[in-house]
């Protein structure tokens, strides 16, 4: 069974940079495929989980946060997201926060952030390890997005909805990458990670 992993905190404003495609190559022995530049990896040949995990810790040049999940979870992410079938506006970017477990604390969802005024964070629902939201492009939503770690009281990491996509059609053997050779899933321009 396919895993997906998701590195916190990686390639971020010039901090704990790296190159996935090299880490992906690196890990050959396990068909690891890049999605992105943020630390997002499709591991199609795991084996034993803590073996991989090893591997992948030693090979990366510092230390950090992993969130790791099922590969079919991911997918069910693609049929059971709460977004609905209209395109969002083009100031609202829609938005999947991975916990490294089910979060130990329940925030209230729906929320918005801040709670007066025009909302820069809205999250519309929480799944296990995942909350799903929409953020506004804006300076201070890095900020709000920050918050979800103590709102949750566990550590997330936050890839848009066109990434999750991307991983899905990886994991539906339907994005070409070049297995072993650490390239990059490919996905059409309006579905790249940004």
């Not at 490294?100 to 025009?118: F, H, M, N, Q, V």
């Not at 995942?130 to 009281?153: A, N, Q, S």
Request: aromatic share 8%; hydrophobic share 45%; with cysteine.
């Amino acid at each position: 069974m396919a895993l997906v992993v998701f590195l916190r905190g990686v390639n971020v404003g010039g901090h704990r940079t790296f190159r996935p495609s090299v880490l992906a190559g690196a890990l050959s022995a396990f068909d690891v495929v890049n999605v992105g530049a943020a630390g997002t990896f499709v591991v199609r040949k795991p084996g034993a989980r803590a073996r991989f995990l090893a591997a992948l810790r030693a090979e990366l040049p510092f230390e950090a946060e992993v969130m790791i999940c099922e590969g079919r979870e991911v997918t069910r992410l693609q049929t059971d997201h709460p977004f609905g079938s209209t395109p969002p506006k083009s100031d609202v970017v829609r938005f999947v926060s991975v916990f490294s477990g089910t979060a130990p604390r329940k925030a209230p969802i729906p929320l918005s952030l801040p709670e007066d005024g025009e909302w820069l964070v809205r999250l519309i629902a929480a799944d296990g390890q995942f909350v799903f939201g929409e953020y506004r492009r804006h300076m201070k939503t890095i900020g709000y997005l920050g918050r979800l770690d103590k709102l949750f009281g566990a550590q997330a990491t936050t890839r848009n909805w066109n990434t999750i996509q991307s991983i899905v059609r990886v994991l539906e053997g339907k994005a070409g990458a070049s297995p072993g050779r650490g390239k990059a899933a490919k996905a059409p321009p309006a579905s790249r990670s940004r």
